[in-house]
Each structure stands twice: as C-alpha cells, then as structure tokens.
T-cell receptor, first 114, second 114 residues
C-alpha cells in the first residue's frame, strides 16, 4: 500500500465549476500537508500548505485536512482554463520549518474546459 | 525570490554516455537540495538528499554509483547519470531548501536516452 493515494484522473470540468481534489494517507505521523500545481513539463509550484487538521482558504483555493480520517482535500472555486494542470498532494512528518522529505501523491490531472 | 534553476532543460544522449544536470538556487543559499525523478503520469519519487559539503543520502533502490550527486556549494548541486540507458529516460527535478526548511522546486530536466 502506498503511503499517499491520489486518484490520477483525468478530471474534466466546465469553466466556473467547483473542483474537489483529494488524497488519502496511511501514516498518522504526517503533520504537514501541501498542495502543488504542476504544469506540463514544468516543476511543481506550491499552492497551499496546512498543518494538522482544519481548513485554510486562499482566494479561490481551500485546503482541508481531516486527520481522523487521514484525508485531505483541495477545493477550487470558479475554476478557470488556466487552472488546467496536474495537482499533487504532498505531506511530511514534522512542522513547516522542520526538515524531512516530502511524500507525494500520484497527482490528479485537471482540465477546465472553456 | 526563492528561484531554483536547472540546466539543461532537455537533453538527449546515446546509451552508455554520462549526463550532468545542474541545480542552482539563484537568490538564496540552500543548505539541502533534493533530487526527484518523475516518470510520465507518475508522482515525484525522491532519489536522494544532499547537504552542502557532505555525501548524499540515497533512497532505497537508487544506485549511488549510477546517480552521482555533488553539492559543492550552497547554491549548486549536480546530478550525473552515468552510463545512461533508455530506462533512465525520465523527468529529473531538483528542489532546494532554505534556512527555514522551505522547499522550492526547479523547472525540471527531461532526459531522453536513445
């Protein structure tokens, strides 16, 4: 069993739709959760990070963490064609400013159609 | 700020030759750099962690004699794929960690071995 599971998609939605992206994980030691966006043939860029359970909002993006269920989500409101990319969840043990390797999900390929 | 570059962005080589990929942190000093490999439609898999002036720590299953990593300065790490074979064709991505342990990713290098 992989430590982090993510549906690879592809996921296709019309412009303006609300997108829900999810990851599950098995290691309860993970404390710090991140979402990255990766455009084709580019490196990942950090979208959001959250520590432990709860919600965090940044513009059209909302990240949720439910540690009791070992489940994290990223919601994108009013999706735009420019949001079309692969979204990767990542997590690590320890806090934001602590070292340690990131464990990535497989990534979900999202396509937002005009 | 926090820009990481990689060179080259794309390289094609013949089987049996060696290829060097550079990773540079342009506007900060990176105490730690990470090297990842990403196959098509797959997640980022950590290959090794390197600290400036120290030997790299390789993940299980990664051949240290095949993937040589040098981290000679706080702004430069190199990955050399020795005696490359077609199965080494992949997207290689580095990340650099600043003094706050935030990781910033490079744009990736696409390696094609003929």
């Amino acid at each position: 069993q992989k430590e982090v599971e993510q549906d690879p998609g592809p996921l296709s939605v019309p412009e303006g739709a609300i997108v829900s992206l999810n990851c599950t994980y098995s290691n309860s030691a993970f404390q710090y959760f991140m979402w990255y966006r990766q455009y084709s043939r580019k490196g990942p860029e950090l979208l959001m990070y959250t520590y432990s359970s709860g919600n965090k909002e940044d513009g059209r993006f909302t990240a949720q963490v439910d540690k009791s269920s070992k489940y994290i989500s990223l919601f994108i409101r009013d999706s735009q064609p420019s949001d079309s990319a692969t979204y990767l969840c990542a997590m690590k043990k320890g806090g934001y400013n602590q070292g340690g390797k990131l464990i990535f999900g497989q990534g979900t390929e999202l396509s937002v159609k005009p | 700020g926090a820009v990481v570059s990689q060179h080259p962005s794309w390289v094609i080589c013949k089987s049996g030759t060696s290829v060097k990929i550079e990773c540079r942190s342009l506007d900060f000093q990176a105490t730690t750099m990470f090297w990842y490999r990403q196959f098509p439609k797959q997640s980022l898999m950590l290959m090794a962690t390197s600290n400036e002036g120290s030997k790299a720590t390789y993940e299980q299953g990664v051949e240290k004699d095949k993937f040589l990593i040098n981290h000679a300065s706080l702004t430069l790490s190199t990955l050399t794929v020795t005696s490359a074979h077609p199965e080494d064709s992949s997207f290689y991505i580095c990340s650099a960690s600043n003094s706050y342990n935030e990781q910033f990713f490079g744009p990736g290098t696409r390696l094609t071995v003929l």
